[in-house]
């Protein structure tokens, strides 16, 4: 699937002009509420991906280039995580940061920092457990030239990530599109709130179209669905030709 004819729906949506009939969308737009939600969702998204990556990938290499009792168990755990309920998740992470849970003094519940956490633990499964496929897939004697030509083990390593990198790309594009799809957690921890001025503070473009469509606004959930179809199809795109690429590589 072509990314650029995706990606160009992004302008589309993000216009009101294009969406006939839909004054109150146009009003939402102009008045920042519907850019704030879209603002909040990447932002949430995005840091929690990208702190999963730095945790994730290294756990990955770890697990796949050591030989250790217990690693058939560890890769059990690991894809298991993949299918952990995100609303399990947020009640963790609400008690966690509760005045009662042992970040409560931090002060972080019903905050973007309390919804980049839940997303952070929903991500770094499926990033693991596909980064983990990849370094697998890496035939052993890739590594085994490196060793020979006198590399160390971090060399080896390197080696081992340059050949799995398409895999290792896919990985952090699932863990975003399993983020910015995600609903229950970032709800539970992040309460859904806007300022009164109807700026996002913790709503997301999931619990917004969950909002609008229970007060009849379907005008506004319909746009944002549309906003949400169309990130989630971007990212497909680019993990389908990353995919290409490293077959092909």
Known sequence: ?????????????????????????????????????????????????????????????????????GKGFVKSVVNTGMGFPSVVVGLVVLFAVSNQGPLGSLELIFTREAMIMSQFVLATPPITAISLAAVDGVDDGVRDAARALGGTRLDAALVVVKEARYGIATAVLAGFGRAISEVGSVLIVGGNITGADGISKTRTLTTAIQLEARQGQYETAMVLGAVLVALVLTVNAVVVRFGGRGAQG
Do not use: N
């Not at 160009?8 to 993000?14: A, E, F, H, N, S």
């Not at 839909?22 to 969702?41: M, P």
């Open 1 to 69: 699937m072509p990314v650029e004819p995706v990606a160009q729906l992004l302008p589309v949506l993000l216009d009101p002009a294009a969406w006939p009939g839909t004054s109150l969308f146009g009003a939402s737009f102009r008045d920042g509420y519907v850019g704030s939600i879209i603002a909040v969702s990447l932002y949430v998204s995005l840091t929690a991906v990208a702190l999963s990556t730095l945790i994730s990938v290294p756990a990955a290499l770890a697990i796949g280039l050591a030989d250790f009792p």
